[in-house]
């Protein structure tokens, strides 16, 4: 078995709470009687129950990482806090071995049992599961799976990168591929898994789904080449509107006159540099009853002509399904 992880920077931690269902992070100091008292007891439960891609154990110097003691409340250790699917579920403070064993293998036990149907970050054979670029919100779900891929539309994209379905696929992108090197760039321009805009930087996606949908949050994944200042380096999304239960996709003129049911402005802040990835906040009162969706990018974030996007995951609740091939408008009397 696997000991702990020694964080050393904000984005290995980012990238450790990508990689596995469960993630208990010991924030200490070097001089802090408590923390010496319970930290061989935290050592011995990381090598017995760490489970890599499942239940991973990690240890954060509060004073040497005071970026992130800081972001998450813990400058006064030892402190201990317990992530899942990327998000914050509990934390206990202080030196107590007995709470400290109890609570950790409880939640292992949970991790194992969850993960009999596919771990966090790798491909399930049910559900959304597959690659995602960040966490999920506590108590939603990757609800991905219930995209009506027959149906997809994706209008003015380039012909010469990936397919409309390449967006829904359940595999890390090609570009993010770790410990290939050279071969991993080469593969990704080969493959070209992601969609780019064509003669301009918008693009018109229209997703049915085979289920009526509670959406809370869309992740959108856009990785396009760093250190490079040229106008033919694609965009990330900047601008996105969205509109919900069309019976089809939108022309671009057609769209300027419809009000968008939630319009969207990305920052630059809100990309993870990490898995190229921003989260859509969307207001939930809004999306509670969608079996379709139209995503308009309207322009992107720079002075290209081009946008591109590799993934996008629907994050919410599935509810009724519906028969294939009607689709009805939320609202309409028969």
């Known amino acids: 078995m696997s000991g702990s992880v020694q964080i050393s920077s904000p984005a290995q931690l980012s990238s450790l709470l990508l990689s596995s269902r469960v993630v208990v992070v010991n924030f200490y100091n070097e001089w802090s009687p408590a923390c010496k008292t319970i930290g ?109 891929v027959p149906g997809l539309d994706l209008m003015n994209s380039d012909s010469e990168f990936g397919g409309v379905r390449t967006l829904f696929e359940k595999t890390q992108p090609s570009t993010l591929a770790v410990g290939k090197g050279k071969a991993a760039a080469t593969d990704s321009e080969s493959n070209k898994d992601w969609v780019e805009s064509d003669v301009d930087e918008q693009l018109m996606l229209y997703m049915p789904f085979t289920s009526s949908l509670k959406i809370h949050t869309i992740q959108i994944t856009s990785c396009p080449p760093k250190g490079e200042d040229d106008d033919e380096v694609p965009l990330r999304p900047k601008t996105i509107h969205l509109y919900t239960n069309r019976q089809h996709n939108l022309g671009f003129e057609e769209a300027e006159d419809i009000p968008p049911t939630q319009a969207i402005e990305l920052k630059s802040s809100d990309w993870d540099e990490t898995t190229g990835t921003a989260k859509l906040e969307l207001r939930f009162v809004k999306f509670q009853n969608v079996t379709s969706l139209v995503l308009f990018v309207v322009d992107g974030n720079g002075e290209g002509e081009r946008t591109r996007i590799d993934r996008i995951r629907i994050i919410g609740e599935s509810g009724e399904k519906r028969e294939l091939g009607k689709l009805e408008k939320i609202g309409e009397d028969d």
């Not at 061989?40 to 240890?59: E, H, T």
């Open 40 to 148: 061989p007891v935290y050592d011995q439960l990381a090598k017995s129950l760490s489970r890599p891609g499942n239940v991973m154990f990690a240890k954060v110097n509060a004073e040497q990482q005071a970026q992130i003691a800081q972001s998450y409340s813990a400058t006064n250790p030892p402190v201990f806090i317990v992530f899942k699917n990327g998000q914050q579920v509990s934390k206990f403070t202080g030196a107590n071995p007995q709470q400290l064993s109890d609570a950790i293998k409880r939640l292992a036990a949970e991790a194992e049992s969850d993960g009999s149907s596919g771990g966090f970050g790798e491909a399930s054979s049910s559900g959304g599961g597959g690659w995602r670029g960040t966490g999920l919100p506590r108590g939603y779900h990757d609800v991905t799976d219930q995209v009506d």
